[in-house]
Structure formats: C-alpha cells, structure tokens
C-alpha cells in the first residue's frame, strides 16, 4: 500500500507541469484510424448523448459521430517538427522516478517488513495461502494494488508521448513485475513464500484497467478500496505494516449504473451515483502477531456489506491531468450509507 500511494504521489510531478505550462496551444494529435472507434466507444461511455448519437449512426449505418474531447483519451504529444512521438526527455524522468521510488520502498520493506519476527531467511519456496487468517482480503488488495500500478504507469508513458497501445503493454507489464519482485523476495522468508494465488489476483488487477480501454463497457465495474484503522491497530498490534490490518481494509465491487441503464432512464439517474457491493473481515486477529486460523484455515468473520458509491469520472474538467485526478480518486470508495448484511445487520449513515 505504502508503494501504491508514493507512486500516486511522485506521478502528478511528471504530468502537472505539462498542463500548467502549455500555454493554451493545442495539441497535435496523429491520425490514428485503427483507435478511433475505440475513442468515439470511450467518450459513448462518459456521454449519454455520444452514445445516443453513436447507437443511431449504426442503425442508420451512417459514419461515426465527429469525435470530441474526453478525458478518457489523453492527447499525444507533438514535438518542434509538428510529430508527435516519445519525447526521451521526458521518459528519462519517468524512468528515474520508477527506480528511486522502487528502491525507496523496497529499502523501507527490508528496513520494517522484512525486519521483525518474520524475518528468517529460508531457501526459496512456495506456499498455499489461500482463505488463511485473513479470509482472502490479502488476495482483493493484491487485485486492487496491482491495477492501481497500471493505471499510474500508463499515465506516465502517455506523458512521454507514447501511443495508447505501446503504454498499455508496459503499464500491465511493469505492475506485474513490481509485483513480481515481492513474491520473490517474499519466497525466500520462513514464514512467507512464494505464492501463486497472489500471482493470480496480480495478473487480474494488471491487466483489468488496459482491457476497459480496449473494451469500454468493463468500464461499468470498477474494484474500489476504503480503510478505517481496526480495533488490532488501536491496541497496538499493528506497529509499522498497515498491510496487516485485514480487518480495517474493505474492498468494493461497484458499478456504474447509469452505463447499464435503457437510454430512456438515464435522465432520472445521476451519472455520479453508483451502487457498491463490499467485502472485509473481523477478528483476523487474537492478539500481537497472532493470526486467527486453524490449520492454516482463517476463522475469523466474513463482512458484506451493499452501499452507494460515487462514480469520480463524472468530475468536470478536461485534460491528462484531471484524467489521472479522475481515474485515481475512482479507485477509492469514499464514506458513503451503507448497509452491513454479514455477520448481522447493521445501517451505517455514512461507512468509512
């Protein structure tokens, strides 16, 4: 977690100049036709209208409506000759940022994570982890922390002037090697190991945010996170690894609902307002580093919970910088009524 929220905070350096100094100029962009219906199927999703207008240009089997700016789409960048391309300038500076914050987070882990009672060393191994202690919230933040890397990084290799579809292969790429890298060195700790169900929930949470930009109607679902510190953290048993804290991590399934709706019903639905489906966990732990399982099986509670959730593509504004804001804050559920179904009922008025 601590990775995911540096790597937020060190890619709005590289992307906020571009905007503030761009001195109005438009943007040249490339006659791309391959990735133009893709566009028009992008702006449909944000734009009741564009999609009105798209669904009757196929009926009619006339040509797709003029595209317009989106958020969804950043522009290319174009350089003194009027070309767009990379600009090495700028993929030095990415490419640095990648690494000194890498090894920045990778040096905290080894300095807290790898540092306490779990850190004896063992020959490499693999181990089943699967609805141990915490009940499979680990496996959801796994997804969750693997698609946030995607959609970082390919804000980034689009700053550098990188085409949709080269920066789609890297973003998934990388997010699965930084993920990569952790179970490795997580193989090789006694009390850890290697293992592949967290590959598969890393493999799912990578390339989930590219497959929406190839097919906008995924855009409709999105996996969001919420935490509130839980009662292990106050007492103590949590010191420097938040990552632990199970029971203090919800993770929403929400969808879009205006995405879904019959055209006739979009008026009376509001494009901000979604509906939210969470998962948690109570009682993973019994005390200082003492894990709630049996035979490696976790006993603590499943929580689900159904809520309303706030759908962050719907904040105005235009531009690669106010796309990266969107897309980021769209990866939290924030507090929100909800309604909690498991173990037993209980309204919240607002749920954190």
């Not at 133009?36 to 999609?51: D, E, G, I, K, N």
């Not at 060195?185 to 949470?205: L, Q, R």
């Not at 007492?235 to 993770?251: K, P, V």
């Not at 709706?261 to 109570?282: C, E, F, M, R, T």
């Amino acid at each position: 977690m601590m990775r995911v929220f540096l790597i937020l905070l060190f890619i709005a350096a590289p992307v906020l100049p571009a905007q503030l100094f761009a001195g109005g100029q438009p943007h040249t962009v490339a006659a791309q036709d391959s990735l133009r219906a893709l566009s028009v199927w992008r702006l449909a999703l944000r734009y009741p209208t564009a999609l009105r207008e798209l669904r009757a240009a196929r009926l009619q089997g006339t040509a797709l409506p003029p595209q317009r700016a989106t958020a969804w789409q950043l522009p290319a960048t174009a350089d003194s000759s009027g070309t767009t391309g990379i600009r090495p300038g700028r993929l030095w500076l990415v490419g640095g940022t990648m690494f000194a914050v890498n090894a920045g987070i990778m040096g905290y882990y080894f300095a807290t994570f790898y540092n306490d009672e779990y850190a004896d060393r063992a020959p490499f191994h693999t181990f089943n982890d699967w609805y141990n202690a915490d009940l499979n919230v680990d496996k959801l933040g796994h997804i969750w922390g693997s698609q946030t890397y995607t959609r970082t990084l390919f804000h980034m290799f689009r700053w550098t002037g990188m085409d949709d579809t080269p920066a789609m292969y890297w973003s998934s790429g990388l997010a699965m090697f930084y993920q990569l890298e952790m179970e490795v060195i997580d193989g090789m700790y006694e009390k850890w190991g290697f293992s592949w169900w967290d590959m598969g929930a890393n493999t799912v949470g990578s390339l989930w945010p590219n497959l929406q930009r190839v097919w906008p109607s995924l855009q409709a679902v999105n996996l969001k996170m919420s935490y509130h510190p839980s009662d292990a953290v106050k007492a103590g048993w949590i010191e420097h690894d938040y990552l632990r804290d199970y029971d203090g991590f919800t993770y929403w399934l929400c969808l879009s609902v205006e995405d879904v709706l019959p055209d006739g019903a979009k008026p009376y639905w509001p494009d901000w307002l979604g509906i939210a489906v969470g998962y948690g966990a109570n009682r993973t732990m019994l005390g200082d580093g003492i894990f709630n399982s049996s035979g490696g099986v976790g006993q603590g509670e499943q929580e689900w919970y159904v809520a309303l959730d706030y759908d962050m593509r719907a904040l105005p504004g235009e531009g690669a910088f106010m796309d990266f804001v969107r897309e980021s804050l769209n990866l939290f559920h924030f507090p929100a009524p909800a309604i909690r179904i498991t173990p037993s009922g209980i309204f919240y008025g607002l749920y954190f």
